[in-house]
């Protein structure tokens, strides 16, 4: 009988080993670099975003602001632990007037987005598009539990802005994000066209909590000569921040680099962790027996209002899905 060598163990960390070349589309990917204290998450959407936006058949301007709203939100939707709800709205005076991208955990998405067409033109980026309004992320964590939300003020800047400033009120973790939507053309001119989008969050937690720090918000209304009080960046952070700048749309969004060797390229210096891909789909959660349980709910009258051409007709805002109902199945009188 021999005895197993004390030197033989089976380590809970996975070894170190080559980032992956195959690029994985519609996941989240959440990493590490433990040397640095950072987290992050790295989003690659390809046919469930195509899928998304192709429904609606968006002007291109929309359909990039729409499709920046569901990487943000799949980067901060995918850390939800339980079946919970993710909802990220606006409500804005711009071409775009509201939003919502819904994500419910731990994989599905779906989202659609209300704009006035003559209002449109070329060369209008995400803060035009928006206007001033608000941006409200709201965490549904089911029935017995309390939902949580979070306003952010939008003054006609990104969504990375926006992003920014949550974290900075809301959550008071050194954040950053960055969020890239592009059109991918195949087979030249007359060839099929696809949406493709990429995003990463960066997030400095480290043990020490006054590590992190950061500089207050604008005084206000403080007295007149009142010092802001100034925080240097940890370096640690100045560094973090420093890499995830060099990120460029085309890297977030290039089909053929996977996402393995995009974190690898950024950290390998420092060594970066990464943790299985989280895959994401597009899915509503809409039913003929949701639609008509709805109808029902609606009051008599409302629902005369509804018949049109002898018939009851609901298209599902989300996935465009189109519910018939004769005025018996609607319970018209
Ligand atoms: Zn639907």
Redesign the pocket.
Known sequence: MTSQSPDIKITLQSPVRAPSAVPVDDAVLPFEVDALDLRGRLTRLGPALDEILTKHDYPAPVGKLLGEAIVLTTLLGSSLKFDGRFILQTRTDGPVSFLIVDFKAPDRL?AYARYDATRLHDGLDTGALLGKGHLAMTIDQGPDMSRYQGLVALHGGSLEDAAHEYFLRSEQIPTRVRLAVGEEWRGGDGGKHRWRAGGMLLQFLPKAPERARQADLHPGDAPEGTVAHEVPDDDAWVEGQSLIGTVEDVELLDPDLSGERLLYRLFHERGVRVFAPVPLRAQ???SREAVSSMLKSFSPKDRADMVKDGKVVVT?E??S?VYEFTPEEAEVE
Do not use: A, G, V
């Open positions: 779906r509503c959660s809409c599902c989300f996935c899905s």
